[in-house]
Nanobody
């Protein structure tokens, strides 16, 4: 199983980015997928997660609700995080991850992780 995250970058406050995660070596259909982030000196936290298409519940960290949108494309074995109205507090390394079908959006619930992609929001 391999996960490859991409799409990070440097944006100004109020800008947008779209993160992508491409999975290989497994079928995405019944897995929980998620995005996590880790800022310097802070613990890794769940930003947004989405369960399999049979139970498409979405979780969002309170601070990103209304600004971020998670989506998935099982046919492409990929998932995405659209991030709008970014602010400096969103600056972090963002990781994509997968977990079992009924996993919650917790770091210890995920089985596989991609390498992070840096998101930097300037003020």
């Amino acid at each position: 199983v391999q996960l490859q995250a991409s799409g990070g970058g440097l944006v100004q406050t109020g800008g947008s980015l779209r993160l992508s995660c491409a999975g290989s070596g497994f079928s995405l259909d019944f897995w929980t997928i998620g995005w996590f982030r880790q800022a310097p000196g802070k613990e890794r936290e769940g930003v947004s997660c989405m369960r399999s298409t049979t139970d498409s519940e979405r979780y969002y960290l309170a601070s990103v609700k209304g600004r971020f949108t998670i989506s998935r494309d099982n046919a492409e074995n990929s998932w995405y995080l659209q991030m709008n109205n970014l602010n400096p507090e969103d600056t972090a390394v963002y990781y994509c991850a997968t977990g079992p079908p009924l996993a919650s959006c917790g770091v210890n619930q995920m089985n596989f992780w991609g390498e992070g992609t840096q998101v930097t929001v300037s003020s």
